[in-house]
């Protein structure tokens, strides 16, 4: 089970932590994800911490904003988002597998285990 929180209403160039707390199983292992869904488009992926903590890739247009992290030890995964844009507004979910691939690692389909998601609102 996949847990999320830390979503919120937030101005332009504002930030946000967002946390996904897994139970049941852990993914030290595997992928833990950040993918994002708009209203009216198609769930995006984000951002991911494959294998070890310092295996990061992100998506073009949150690169150099977003941070994602992972810490073993709680089980949890988080997404540090820095100079918030409207566009960033949707739907965060958290998608974690334990034997995820490095070519399926931005597919949704990929992912075993979702959480419910956390909405982001980003205001002008």
């Known amino acids: 089970q996949l847990v999320e929180s830390g979503g919120g209403l937030v101005q332009v160039g504002d930030s946000l932590r967002l946390s996904c707390a897994a139970s049941?199983?852990?993914?030290?292992?595997?992928?833990m994800a950040w993918f994002r869904q708009a209203p009216g488009k198609e769930r995006e992926f984000v951002a991911v911490v494959w294998r070890s903590a310092s295996r990061t890739y992100y998506a073009d247009s949150v690169k150099g904003r977003f941070t994602v992290s992972r810490d073993n030890a709680k089980n949890m995964v988080y997404l540090q988002m820095n100079s918030l844009k409207p566009e960033d507004t949707a739907v965060y979910f958290c998608?974690?597998?334990?034997?995820?691939?490095?070519?399926?690692?931005?597919?949704?389909?990929?992912?075993?285990?979702w959480g419910q998601g956390t909405q982001v609102t980003v205001s002008s």
């Open positions: 049941g199983r852990t993914f030290r292992n595997g992928g």
């Open positions: 998608a974690a597998d334990e034997g995820i691939i490095l070519s399926s690692l931005q597919i949704p389909r990929a992912y075993d285990y």
